[in-house]
């Protein structure tokens, strides 16, 4: 049976927060154990998913308590992050469960998202909270790309991964990625602007990063490995875009979904993107891709 692990790297050295990410990383392997491994007691299943609402809700409450009591600068910021999670991504979710009466697509995509989530918000949001400096980053000056990647995407994909991650340059689809899985996100504005965003990893290095992330091992790619991986790369994406000059509270999801290769060059080939970023983790790679959508051109009717 698979298990999802609470880890010690996790730990970011607050009790009353790293008491509170142990629970939510047990309740959410209650939900795993009850529902899509055994599947059964479906009514426990529920039970878990209302309960781990209610806690994440309140441990947000006790960390936004705690952020000011300390006078962390990032404050309203991260509340942001959770005002996101319990406004709008645990109330879709908890729509989706129902709509499908508790589906196991359904619960398997709610274990994703939120244990991917709750990793990448630890180690990326929480942790900057003891570091006493604020996550949120100004947008990227031509003269400092380097060390702005390195800040928005290097350096927290290493505390995720565990190992280094080198930023390479410039990517094309020449570039080999082999098994190559392209995520792409498609956030609008109200005045009809558009950002694409598309993740390029390999399928060995999405195993690896999701058993890191779960304490587990991975040997195909399943709905839970994708959904975890999904809210990983937005965690990323959002600040990416951040620093690229895109501020993302002006932009709402609008669509997400997988692209095979041929999609993936055909959009290439139709214009290639404002900036497309090389990665090198061991002997993997992986790529991000942001572009401004030209109006006459959008992908949203």
């Not at 692990?5 to 939510?24: C, K, M, S, T, Y």
């Not at 697509?105 to 989530?117: L, Y």
């Not at 990227?140 to 280094?164: K, N």
Request: aromatic content about 10%; proline content about 3%.
């Amino acid at each position: 049976m698979q298990q999802i692990q609470w880890q010690d790297r996790f730990n970011i050295g607050v009790e009353v927060v790293d008491q509170a990410h142990r629970r939510l990383f047990f309740i959410v392997q209650k939900i795993m154990d009850l529902y899509v491994e055994r599947h059964k007691d479906k009514f426990a299943c529920v039970e878990g998913i209302k309960y781990f609402k209610a806690y994440a809700i309140q441990h947000f409450a006790e960390e936004e308590a705690y952020m000011r009591e300390i006078g962390y600068p990032g404050y309203l910021a991260h509340k942001k992050h959770h005002d996101r999670m319990k406004q709008e991504t645990l109330p879709a979710l908890e729509r989706l469960l129902y709509d499908t009466n508790f589906s196991t697509e359904a619960v398997q995509r709610f274990i994703g998202v939120c244990t991917g989530w709750l990793t990448g918000h630890i180690i990326i949001e929480d942790r900057a909270i003891i570091g006493g400096e604020t996550s949120e980053l100004l947008p990227m000056q031509p003269d400092d790309e380097c060390s702005v990647i390195h800040a928005l995407i290097v350096s927290p994909l290493q505390e995720i991964l565990g190992c280094h991650v080198q930023f390479v340059g410039t990517f094309s689809p020449k570039d080999t990625i082999i098994n190559g899985q392209y995520y792409e996100l498609i956030y609008s504005t109200q005045d009809g602007r558009h950002l694409r965003v598309i993740l390029v990893m390999g399928e060995q290095m999405l195993l690896h990063t999701a058993g890191l992330m779960f304490g587990m091992d991975f040997y195909e790619k399943n709905d839970i490995v994708c959904f975890a991986m999904q809210e990983i790369a937005q965690n990323l994406i959002q600040r990416a875009a951040a620093g690229f000059g895109k501020q993302l509270d002006e932009y709402q999801l609008e669509q997400e979904r997988f692209l095979d290769h041929a999609e993936f060059c055909e959009l290439f080939q139709e214009r290639p993107p404002q900036h497309s970023l090389l990665f090198h983790v061991n002997q993997e790679s992986f790529a991000l891709c942001i572009d401004q959508i030209p109006a006459a051109s959008s992908p949203i009717s």
